[in-house]
Structure formats: structure tokens, C-alpha cells
């Protein structure tokens, strides 16, 4: 299990991967899709 802090970081990303799918594939490539 993660920390509850790095849960938290997790979810807001997948949060917003869920809502526009291609946002994470710029700028955002490290906070998303990197950890999954």
C-alpha cells in the first residue's frame, strides 16, 4: 500500500486522466502515467 498522501496524489491524477485522457501525455507525462 501506498502512503495515504501518495494515495491521494494518485487518485487526483487518475481524476484528471479520467476527465481528459490526453493531458497527461505532454507536460504531465511524470505524474501520470509514470506511476501506473
Given at each position: 500500500m501506498?502512503?495515504?498522501?501518495?494515495?491521494?496524489?494518485?487518485?487526483?491524477?487518475?481524476?484528471?486522466?479520467?476527465?481528459?485522457?490526453?493531458?497527461?501525455?505532454?507536460?504531465?507525462?511524470?505524474?501520470?502515467?509514470?506511476?501506473?
Amino acid at each position: 500500500m501506498l502512503p495515504e498522501k501518495d494515495q491521494k496524489k494518485l487518485m487526483n491524477a487518475m481524476e484528471k486522466l479520467a476527465e481528459n485522457p490526453y493531458a497527461g501525455k505532454s507536460s504531465n507525462n511524470l505524474n501520470g502515467y509514470a506511476i501506473t
